[in-house]
């Protein structure tokens, strides 16, 4: 059953060669068909034969695609395409009749005759074979002769349809053959690999964990399998060449196809290694000087990295500015190298190469103008110092501790399980509020605002407040919170208290001010205070005053007076 569909869809094949090629022809010229029409003296129009088994172009002449010869040499006053045009004629009428096919060369001097079967078909001079075989008269003319009995023989067996039997069962043939060498090759490769797996893993038992040898060996395996399988996929592209030449060299619409095939093959493997030879030094050049980089980027990167841990000091670096300066740096040390190594890559001075490199920047150009303004952005960020990580900012709505400064945007940890990325260009374009900046290490500002009508003594607020800062934990006391009085409104006062935060850990932060809060309104609470803010409706009976009695309630207390003499 394998078989049969392996044959039938060699038989498929086979005739899509023959639709593509146009080699239909050849069967439907029978051998009574009338010869084709002799040319005119005068030279016409040059054109290319297209339609049967003979074709001519630029004067060359080919027959089942095979190029025979091409005519250079005027010859009694016929030029070159005409000449070409007759030998088609005249071989497209042979070809249409019966005989053996037998192809002659009579040699006259400098002049050879070609016959087929007795009937000439052209002369050839030294002009037209001399510079294309770099032959003898004689030999060229003996080797254009077994060119053209070959193309002869092959045309004619095209209406074989024995032959043609035999190209598909042999095709078949093949065909199953291959397929069994490619799974066998398959085969091999796997047991191999796993049979590589088992010695490796039984040698790993018998070393030590802390074997230099041991640590590599999963290296060694890897590269082991990755070599195996190119040479599998090397034995495979061998079989698919051989059988492909096999059953192309069956059919004789195909055979030219197959004789250049491995040809064709071995071609590009050479062009492959000459290549490859002649980009070795180059390569090595390459790679010379991509060393020299990655040596001065890590002598840099370790100059730099200990002025950020503050073990070194450097003229105009300081820790803040040490790790933007590494990166910049090691940015214009692979750019430098990219630039130096570019000459000796393999194909930099082909078109291709550097049309892809126009388009790769043109592309560049018109698609990072945003990615360079974040870049940008985020170094004038940190070469301002406006900002590092740990300080608790405010940027726009987003409020929280600076966990890290990239290249293109700055994360921030708001303490509300939150983490919120700003771009750089945001970041740089709007104001920022640094509340760690000003205050003791350890510390950060925080506040909080409550309005209380003008009928509530201010002093008895601000005690309030301070009480409320006292009670709530990671309140820093020293330096103590204080209460400022930021606006006189129409109907109320506004009070906004201050104090210090220990920064170690954004959540801290969050829980304190849920606890001042919370603090905040149980004092008010218990000494009767209304935390609201009223608004003016219409004359009260008596004047919201506060008389000079009641300026101390509790838990206010009044300043010590000194005593007078």
Sequence with gaps: MIARRIALRCLRLFFLICAATGSAGAFSRGPDAPPSPPVAADPPVFEVSRGGSVDVEEGTLFVNRRRIVTFRATLLDDVPAVRAQQAEATLERMLAGGGPAAITLILEGTTASLKFDGERVFHLVADDVGPSFGLSFDAAAEEVRRRLQAAVLEVREKGDARR??????WSAGATLLALVLLRGVFWLRRKLAERL?????????????GDLLATYAEHARRVLNAVSRGLSWVAAVVL?????????????????????STAWLLDVLAQFAWAIAGAIPGLVIAVLIFLLARISSRALGALLERVERGEARVAGLDIDTAGPTRRLGNLVIWLFALAMAYPYLPGSHSEAFKGVSVLAGLMLSLGASSIVGQVLSGFSLMYSRSLRPGEYVKAGDTEGTVMNIGLFATRIHTGM?????????????QPVRNFSRLVTDGHFVVHTTVTIGYATPWRQ????????????PGVAQTPSPYVLQTALSDFYVEYRMCAQIDKSAPARRAEALNQLHGNIQDVFNEYGVQIMSPHYMADTPTPQVVPQSGWWPSPAQPPHEPERV
């Design 164 to 169: 043609i039997g035999e190209g598909l069962a």
């Design 240 to 260: 698919i060449d051989a059988w492909l030449s096999f059953v192309l060299h069956q059919f004789a619409w195909s055979r030219p196809w197959g004789e250049r």
């Design 417 to 429: 399980g939150e983490e919120v990325s700003i771009p750089n260009a945001v970041m740089f374009s």
């Design 461 to 472: 607020v601000h005690a309030m407040l301070l009480e409320a800062a006292r009670r709530t």
């Design 197 to 209: 797996d088992r010695r490796l893993a039984a040698w790993q038992q018998d070393r030590s964990a």
